[in-house]
């Protein structure tokens, strides 16, 4: 079976600094990956897909890299609304990490 | 983006059983997929099954298989979600999402509904 690993599973962070948050997936998956937000009591959002597309009104301080097996988001210049758990998905089998949360310092 | 709209939260017996729904815009209803995805409480996201409403097509994730039903109704732009013999082990946010599907079971989801949360208590 598949295996997502995000890493790390915490994270605090300064406004204005710039985060990276990793996933990795046990077999290839070319760029079959999306990332998503979610915010406490709200349901997720999509920010990227395609590994590296931003998703309609995401904002360009979001990004996203990788292939194959390991990838990664980056959150430029981080503001407070970024306060959030992030989710990595496979698209085969629909396969989500277990997310990493980012929390400002 | 996709407006999606869930039926209110709903709190159930043990060993009952309920329906949930999601209403989508008429104007697109029939191009799309719907996915229901799982997050228990304090836990990730599991993608539960996806449905076509155009044609009821309906694939469900293999961990869940026979455990869930997921229909819709194309007059009224509406899937469903039920789930049977209700267990403490149901207690979740449930959410209806779009989904962009690939080959036979993939894909990713770009427009989520609000939620529903599943309360199974005695």
């Known amino acids: 079976d598949m295996v997502m690993t995000e890493s790390p599973a915490t994270l605090s962070v300064s406004p204005g600094e710039t985060v990276t948050l990793s996933c990795r997936t046990s077999?290839?998956?070319?760029?079959?990956l999306a990332w998503y937000q979610q915010k406490p009591g709200q349901p997720p959002r999509l920010l990227i897909y395609?590994?590296?597309l931003r998703a309609t009104g995401i904002p360009a301080r979001f990004s996203g890299t990788g292939s194959g097996t390991e990838f990664t988001l980056t959150i430029s210049s981080l503001q407070s609304e970024d306060s959030a758990i992030y989710y990595c998905?496979?698209?085969?089998?629909?396969?989500f990490g277990r997310g990493t949360k980012v929390d400002l310092k | 983006e996709v407006q999606l709209v869930q039926s209110e939260a709903v709190v159930k017996k043990p060993g009952e059983s309920l329906k949930i729904s999601c209403k989508g815009p008429?104007?697109?209803?029939?191009?799309?997929?719907i996915a229901w995805v799982r997050q228990m409480p304090g836990a990730g996201l599991e993608l539960m099954g996806i449905?076509?409403?155009?044609?009821?097509?309906?694939k469900y994730s293999p961990s869940l298989q026979g455990q869930v039903s997921i229909s819709a109704d194309m007059s009224i732009s509406t899937t469903y979600l039920q789930l049977t013999s209700l267990k403490a082990s149901d207690n979740a946010m449930y959410y209806c999402?779009?989904?962009?599907?690939?080959?036979?079971?993939?894909?990713?989801?770009?427009?989520w509904g609000q939620g529903t949360l599943v309360t199974v208590s005695s």
């Open positions: 395609g590994a590296s």
């Open positions: 999402a779009r989904a962009v599907a690939f080959g036979e079971f993939s894909g990713y989801l770009d427009s």
């Open positions: 008429e104007s697109s209803f029939f191009s799309y997929w």
């Open positions: 449905i076509y409403p155009s044609d009821s097509d309906t």
């Open positions: 077999q290839h998956i070319n760029n079959d």
């Open positions: 998905q496979q698209y085969n089998v629909w396969t």
